[in-house]
């Protein structure tokens, strides 16, 4: 088991979602980022939809209770402690060994978010195919909330050592984000439109795995049309824009129908990147087709697949990170005169 010594902001089970549920006005939930959980699981020797923890921000502190394999996908400032108080860097996209009673604490992310696996994963009930947590209804993950100090959490496999590592930690692209128009676009201005494809927006506070609202320009509805609609499907990446005329970008955990107008949908290949944004960071938007974002969808695909193939065993188990910040010399010999007094 795992014991959750400290959680001090919200982190959650995510696995790839419910799907199929939509209909029931069940959203589809799972990671934000589902390519950096498949690496996380295949790091960890899991299957890539296995369950693991999301983590934004800044990550909990947890003890091994029994020797166990983790591993991190992401941008960590983790260490490990151990039986001594002795503590040591965890290097990110890697698995490491954790012996009974040390202590992992993922601490700072320099990345929006990131995933810790275990070799088994995490053994958590199904809720509807999913083990992933969807707060705003209580459904998945630990009594479907986010973790919290004092939890203790069951392993699902054996302390079977792992010792794996990606060569290059894979980059989250930059540029536009690419987006299909509509499919609302005729209740928006054509001054609308231009302003959402050539100028800059900010993702204010109000960010969560729901979605993102945007401060920037505001984008006018048609007059003809207004700033409403009979409520209709929505998805992850879906753009709405309310009457106040600021945009709000639809998230993994988003509700399955909206009743505010759609500008554009930002495109699968690019979700990901929105599950790294944060308060304060900066958009722009690009139109694209379906035959380009179709195309975007492979290459991102063929991409991960790569990625996940270059990962390789980690120098047989050596810690490199302990290695190199040891003291190997502590003395000097000249050969030439080892011999003389």
């Known amino acids: 088991m795992i014991e959750i ?46 369950v693991a923890l999301e983590i934004r921000m800044r990550g909990p502190r947890l ?27 965890a290097a990110n996209w890697r698995s490491h060994v954790l012996a009974a009673n040390e202590i992992l604490d993922t601490g700072i992310l320099r990345s929006g978010i990131g995933y810790l696996a275990v070799h088994g994963g995490f053994d958590l009930p199904a809720v509807l195919g999913s083990r992933s947590t969807y707060a705003r209804a209580g459904l998945g993950g630990i009594d479907g909330r986010s973790l919290r100090a004092g939890d203790l959490v069951k392993v699902g496999a054996d302390a079977t050592p792992i010792s794996l590592r990606l060569p290059q930690a894979p980059l989250l692209a930059d540029g536009p984000l690419r987006v299909i128009p509509g499919p609302q676009r005729e209740h928006f201005t054509d001054d609308a439109w231009q302003r959402f494809v050539n100028e800059e927006f900010t993702v204010s506070r109000e960010a969560d795995r729901m979605g993102l609202r945007l401060d920037g320009p505001r984008l006018e509805h048609d007059a003809a049309y207004g700033a409403d609609i ?40 690019d979700l990901p990147r ?19 974002a179709l195309d975007a969808r ?36 000249d050969a030439r005169h080892a011999n003389q007094p």
Do not use: M
């Not at 020797?67 to 001594?84: C, K, N, Q």
């Open 298 to 333: 492979r290459q991102a695909a063929a991409e991960l697949a790569e990625c996940i193939a270059s990962i390789a065993p980690d120098s047989a188990g050596f810690n490199l990170d302990a290695l190199y910040a040891a003291n190997l010399i502590d003395g000097v010999i």
């Open 5 to 50: 010594l400290d959680a001090p902001l919200p982190a959650s089970f995510q696995d790839v979602g419910r799907p199929g549920y939509r209909h029931l006005g069940v959203p589809l939930s799972g990671a934000l980022d589902a390519g950096w959980l498949a690496i996380a699981n295949a790091l960890a020797g899991n299957p890539a939809s296995t």
């Open 230 to 269: 009979v409520s209709d499907a929505v998805t992850p990446g879906t753009i709405q824009v309310p009457g106040d005329g600021r945009p709000i970008i639809l998230l993994a955990d988003c509700q399955t129908v909206g009743g505010y107008p759609k500008i554009a949908t930002v495109i699968g290949a």
């Open 274 to 292: 929105l599950g790294h944004a944060l308060p304060g960071q900066t958009l722009r938007f690009v139109e694209v087709s379906i035959e380009e």
């Open 63 to 89: 003890r091994a209770t029994q020797p166990l394999t983790v591993a991190l996908a992401g941008e960590f400032s983790a260490r490990i402690e151990d039986a001594a108080g002795q503590s040591r860097a």
